[in-house]
T-cell receptor, first 109, second 114 residues
Framework: KQEVTQIPAALSVPEGENLVLNCSFT??????LQWFRQDPGKGLTSLLL?????REQTSGRLNASLDKSSGRSTLYIAASQPGDSATYLC????????FGDGTTLTVKP | NAGVTQTPKFQVLKTGQSMTLQCAQD?????MYWYRQDPGMGLRLIYY???????DKGEVPNGYNVSRLNKREFSLRLESAAPSQTSVYFC?????????????FGEGSRLTVL
């Protein structure tokens, strides 16, 4: 059974700092991995989708990497802003989607 | 482009009442899903549909029924609501086969059962 872990559960950083969020999974036989952002009281917004054959994907200040052999993905956020404050979830997908519990990020002005 | 639209956004029910949550997507997606999100439990799959006319149970289907009315719409019905069904419900969809393409979520329906 696939298990997805996101550590830490919460992270607080000052504005402008570069940061990395982690996503670990136990079964490397995945189809793809997707990162989401969830604001309080809102739905999940797709940030990046990485196919199993890819090593990384970039969108603006976001860069997601995937290392299937080690069962890890990271989401790098450059020059963080208060507007980046949200919960970030990863989902590992093959046959079904397995979600992590998320990392709640607070960026302080 | 509206994406995935859910109605209602908020609902309060009494135990034993029934209701239907509506979901519609305008992206021509084949696969659709219903999840519930609870504190400490994460996202759990209730039902899913690989294509129009097909539905299957997910992890927590008890107490729910679904209908894939057409390619756009996928509804979730609570026949006799229970307090344990108090939750935030999300509809999601993706293009192509189950759990392959990019997954898109609606804004959620917040249900309280008294």
């Amino acid at each position: 059974k696939q298990e997805v872990t996101q550590i830490p559960a919460a992270l607080s950083v000052p504005e402008g700092e570069n940061l990395v969020l982690n996503c670990s999974f136990t079964d490397s036989a995945i189809y793809n991995l997707q990162w989401f952002r969830q604001d309080p009281g809102k739905g999940l917004t797709s940030l990046l989708l990485i196919q199993s054959s890819q090593r990384e994907q970039t969108s603006g200040r976001l860069n997601a990497s995937l290392d299937k052999s080690s069962g890890r993905s990271t989401l790098y956020i450059a020059a963080s802003q208060p507007g980046d404050s949200a919960t970030y979830l990863c989902a590992v997908r093959r046959g079904k989607s397995t979600f992590g519990d998320g990392t709640t990020l607070t960026v302080k002005p | 482009n509206a994406g995935v639209t859910q109605t209602p956004k908020f609902q309060v029910l009494k135990t034993g009442q029934s209701m239907t949550l509506q979901c519609a997507q305008d992206m021509n997606h084949n696969s659709m899903y219903w999840y519930r999100q609870d504190p400490g439990m994460g996202l759990r799959l209730i039902y899913y549909s690989a294509s129009e006319g097909t539905t299957d149970k997910g992890e927590v289907p008890n107490g729910y029924n679904v209908s894939r009315l057409n390619k756009r719409e996928f509804s979730l019905r609570l026949e006799s609501a229970a307090p344990s069904q108090t939750s935030v419900y999300f509809c999601a969809s993706n293009l192509g086969q189950l759990n392959t393409g990019e997954l898109f979520f609606g804004e959620g329906s917040r249900l309280t059962v008294l």
